[in-house]
């Protein structure tokens, strides 16, 4: 069974990735860390309190990480697209959870958590990669005990928060070039390029809906972000981004990946944050180009779609 712990900013997609990982038997969630990014830390934790608490996971430890980016600080948090509270104003419809925080901050757990497992383990970071570059730069002997980075992150052609940056990587481009370039551990990187092919429509959502009672607590957080991609898609429906890269953390395979180096731009001009893949032979690049990750460009898209719609029918 694959041991997995989730660093998000929660955020509705962010609710249904974590959703996924509480409703899906091949995972034991052992710990949900939380980061700036979506809105600011105070909510993101405790929104990621309260999903948990949707699911009776009163057990999973919960501890917050960083609240601002690691060289840079900028007020951008996305309220417009996910609400003021993260989840289109609705946080305190879920349930509260007896459990609080941990006594301890998102790296210590991280290491606690990763030195205690048995087997190692598969981290999901789908918010800023802040946390995870302070993670593996300050305990480096952890990498031993991390199986793969499953990241929602980044835009081979193209963003989301600009033209050439996606959002959580644009949040950190500092943190994510740590995390993505000099860092060894295997990395799986879920981009846009990928999450916007898994699109969900109206239709989707309300069979969802009808499921289950968490399902249709699920939905409901939805207003805020299904009226942002209405207009982003041009149709009724929205892409639940990180809910697609923890399904791949669950069920690896599930999209399929090619081995490439990944820059990130960390100036300070237009393509800030921009995610620059290399699609070129290995014999054709330079000999300082950095190592390959996985990066997932596509998938059997009905495949994604059911496996979604069926784990989160509760
Ligand atoms: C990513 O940015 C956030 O708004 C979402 O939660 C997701 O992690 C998509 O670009
Ligand atoms: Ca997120």
Known sequence: MTRLIIDTDPGIDDAFAIALACASPEVELIGVTTVFGNVGLAHTTRNALRLLALYGREDVPVAAGADRPLVHP??????????????????????????????????????????????????????????????????????SKIERLVIMGGGLSGGNMTAAAEFNIWSDPEAARRVLVEESVPTTLVPMDMTMQCSVDGAWLDQLAASGPRAAALVGLTATYRTHYRSALGRDGLVIHDAVAVAEAIRPGLLHTTAMPVEVDCGQGPARGMTIGDRRAVEVRMQDTPREIDVALTADLDEVRQFLQTRLST
């Open 74 to 143: 900028h007020a951008h948090r996305s309220r417009h697209v996910h609400g003021e509270d993260g989840l289109s104003g609705l946080s305190g419809s879920l349930p509260e959870r007896r459990t609080g925080v941990a006594g301890t901050d998102a790296v210590s757990l991280m290491v606690r958590l990763l030195d205690e497992s048995p087997e190692p383990v598969t981290i999901a970071p789908i918010g800023p990669l802040t946390n995870i570059a302070l993670l593996l730069a300050a305990h480096p002997s952890v990498q």
